[in-house]
């Protein structure tokens, strides 16, 4: 019987389970809904409603639809403002109706302690408490009200506990109310409520559990607290299994481990340092990633959006948009930085006496906003020189979204200008990865440290300096570095110049006024014959042993050791320097380098020695973003000459395309100076591959080539997913 089985709350079934009459008056239903327009909502809008339910911007609902709800303790409202839930019911015997017209009926849920209190109360108004009342609970100034002003509702919109940090107190708030009761029965025989199975803070279930328990509470009788590290998660609430809502860049149940660690039992530990979250220490166990790096499965590899191609070929004149050098990018927040790259093959030739042409990365067809990406080569008449180079900078102040970044060369001032973009079917490269800075608001400078578990650093600037022997002006970057155990890998780029006949000189990287050990970091130019020769030049070089902590890189010049040297950096106006600390980890198996010093190798067909890179590739689908830098010189004592060097993968030439370095000389001179190529390789298998340098003439050709001379070489091999 209804009676019996159902303990005289539902009708039973004829396979002798209830449906209960009241289960389904547990879950919240809508009452009010108040958005964008100012109304003085009085006792009256809740006693009799107001507009169309489920229509326009402010409705209400006549209370009396709900008086088979009860009264009391047992029918509670659920007011949310913005991110903050306060829930109510009426004191004593009052109604629903009774508590939504004043401002003295209400006992609020308390979701510190997880308990029911009557608060102080205003004396006017609908709702809500006298001023202060809440702030030792989650910082807000009062508990919300849902009425008696003209402008909506008041006061905040998220708290300590809801979406911290506490907003300013203030009316014209929107929110919603929801109605229900605790006096729910379900269950096979009626038997479970909210009141009793749930303490009155979460709905029953037929199976005698909970959900949808109150603020801060979970558990199958929503009798555990959540503990969520309010600092790390988005508010107090936490899912039917006690895991908080974290934060970007927080992770573990309660939210209590920082970037880069995940929760074992009751501690943190660090996550491998590409994973911004993980679930176990090793590389192939992330969950995201750090800036600048995407997942493949479960790894982290670093991203990039990059085009290689020899699409358009040679592009001459001394105005032009250089063909095929283009390249979309989708930016995902205004706030962000593009970092680019641009490596091709280069040539500034003049009628007269001097020549001058720039090449600028443009974005949507503009100059970068915070400063122009570009480099410069300037040549007298006598030079007829082929050579490739990079182009670094950074770019802030671009909108998100569509970015097309487009290469325009042009003469600089009244300089004469012939240039010649790419030669010998090279492949360029035009690189541009998406970083968040720190602080986006810094103008000079990009940081990115409190949000990684390894830093990057780098300085933009423009400016010239004629210092011979000394830091250069300008060129000094403050960075720290996070752990003991990484590597650091610094960039410089720069225009340099080592003036008139056999002069040389060298710009090193140091480091707390310290060089590298008795190999320096540096890139070095030797001129042969006189002559004036200011280009744009790219430094890559790593440096392992360097201690946790706040560092300082500055670039020291100076003429080669037996050499003089009128030395020159900077182009001023015009070309800015880019100075990058980027902190790697040691054992990556997506990074790998080797390098050296001092390697001289003079043959002009054949494997380079000691360049030479072997590792094993972690994935068939992600392409080689390769990096090689070295001092190139094709030299000669009478008459053109043209030498290649090219990257070999397992023996064989990039089948993606090809990524070389091609230089020319009219002849006669010897130019031994600092090169930097870049370029990337798809479909190589996964396994076991080597990496090496060979050198050759260039069709049509001889070549006199020489590698190596006075500098550090880094040849580096990193597994990319291109965007």
């Known amino acids: 019987s209804d009676a019996v089985t159902c303990n005289s709350r539902g009708t039973v079934n004829e396979n002798g389970t209830c449906s209960c009459t009241a289960d389904s008056l547990g879950n919240w239903q809508q009452l009010a809904h108040v958005a964008s327009t100012n109304i003085n909502l009085a006792g009256s809008h809740y ?79 609908l709702g809500g408490s006298t001023n202060y009342y809440p702030s030792s609970v989650d910082g807000r100034r009062y508990l919300s009200f849902w009425g008696g002003s003209s402008y909506r509702g008041c006061c905040h919109a998220r708290s ?33 409520s909210s009141s009793a199975t749930c303490g009155s803070k979460g709905k029953a279930q037929a199976d005698g559990t909970c959900r949808d328990c109150y603020p801060g509470l979970y558990g199958p009788q929503c009798q555990n607290q959540c503990n969520c590290v309010l600092a790390n998660s988005e508010s107090i609430v936490c899912s039917a299994s006690g895991a908080c809502t974290c934060k970007s860049g927080y992770s573990g149940r ?53 085009v290689t191609s020899t699409a358009g070929g040679v592009t001459t004149g001394n105005t032009a948009t250089i063909s095929g050098r283009t390249l979309q990018v989708t930016k995902r927040t205004s706030t962000s930085w593009l970092r680019v790259e641009y490596n091709d ?23 970068c906003p915070s400063g122009r990406v570009s480099g410069t080569r300037y040549s007298t008449s006598s030079q007829n020189w082929r050579r490739p180079g990079t182009i670094v900078g950074y770019c ?20 004469g200008c012939q240039a010649e973009t790419g030669w010998n079917g090279k492949y360029f490269t035009l690189e541009a990865t998406e970083v968040e800075p720190d602080n986006p608001s810094t103008t000079s400078s990009f940081v990115q440290s409190q949000s990684v578990p390894l830093a990057t650093t780098a300085s933009v600037g423009t400016g010239a300096s004629g210092t011979d022997t000394g830091y250069v002006s300008g060129r000094s970057l403050t960075f720290t570095k996070k752990r003991s155990d990484s590597l650091m890998r610094f ?3 720069d225009s340099m110049r080592a003036y008139q006949n056999q002069v040389s000189c060298d710009w090193e990287v140091r480091v707390d006024d310290q060089s590298y050990s008795s190999s320096p970091l540096r890139i070095t130019v030797y001129q042969e014959p006189a002559d004036n020769p200011l280009h744009f030049r790219t430094l890559v070089g790593y440096w392992p042993g360097i201690a946790a902590g706040s560092h300082t890189m500055q670039i ?168």
Not at 61 to 87: A, E, Q, W, Y
Not at 99 to 120: A, C, E, G, R
Not at 161 to 174: G, K
């Open 47 to 125: 006693a009799n409603g107001y507009g169309t339910p489920g229509s326009g911007n402010v409705w209400i609902k006549p209370c009396g639809t709900f008086s088979n709800l009860g009264s009391g303790s047992v029918v509670h409202i659920r007011v949310t403002m913005g991110s903050v839930i306060d829930i109510f019911y009426p004191s004593g015997s009052n109604s629903l109706c009774d508590m939504l017209q004043d401002d003295t009926k209400h006992i609020w849920y308390n979701p510190s302690s997880f308990s029911f209190v009557t608060p102080s109360y205003h004396g006017s108004l």
């Open 160 to 192: 300590s506990l809801f979406n911290a940090p506490v907003d300013t107190a203030a009316w014209n708030q929107d929110f919603d109310i929801y109605v229900r009761t605790v006096q729910d029965w379900t269950g096979p025989q009626c038997q479970y």
């Open 254 to 306: 309660r939210c209590e481990c920082s970037t880069g660690q995940y929760h074992t039992g009751s501690t943190c530990t660090a996550c491998h340092t590409t994973c911004m979250t993980c679930s176990g220490p090793s590389s192939n166990e992330c969950t995201s990633c750090i800036a600048g790096y995407a997942l493949d499965g479960t790894r982290c590899v670093l991203s990039a959006t990059a």
């Open 345 to 367: 093959n280069f040539r500034s030739l003049t009628s007269t006496s001097t020549s001058a042409c720039n090449w600028e990365v443009l974005f949507n067809g503009a100059s």
């Open 396 to 415: 802030r102040g671009l909108s998100a979204g569509t970015v097309t970044l487009t290469v325009r060369v042009t003469q600089f001032s009244s300089y």
């Open 491 to 493: 960039t410089y780029y």
């Open 556 to 723: 020291y010049v100076s003429p080669t050791s037996g050499y003089s040297g009128d030395c020159y950096t900077g182009w001023p106006g015009i070309d800015y320097f880019v100075l990058e600390a980027r902190e790697v980890m040691a054992g990556d198996p997506a990074l790998h380098y080797v390098d050296g010093i001092n390697q001289v190798d003079t043959r002009d067909s054949g494997v380079i020695t000691g360049r030479s890179l072997s590792f094993t590739k972690q994935n068939a689908t992600t392409a080689l973003r390769i990096v090689y830098h070295d001092n190139l010189s094709a030299e000669s004592t009478s008459g053109a000459r043209a030498c290649k060097w090219t990257i070999l993968i397992d023996n064989s030439p990039c089948q993606s395309g090809d990524i070389s370095s091609s230089q020319y000389t009219s002849g006669p001179q010897r130019n031994r100076k600092g090169s930097t190529v870049i370029g990337y390789c798809t479909g190589v298998p996964a396994g076991s591959r080597t990496i090496t340098v060979s050198v050759g003439a260039v069709s049509g050709y001889s070549c006199d080539a020489y590698t190596g001379w006075n500098q550090r070489w880094t040849l580096e091999a990193n597994e990319v997913v291109l965007l």
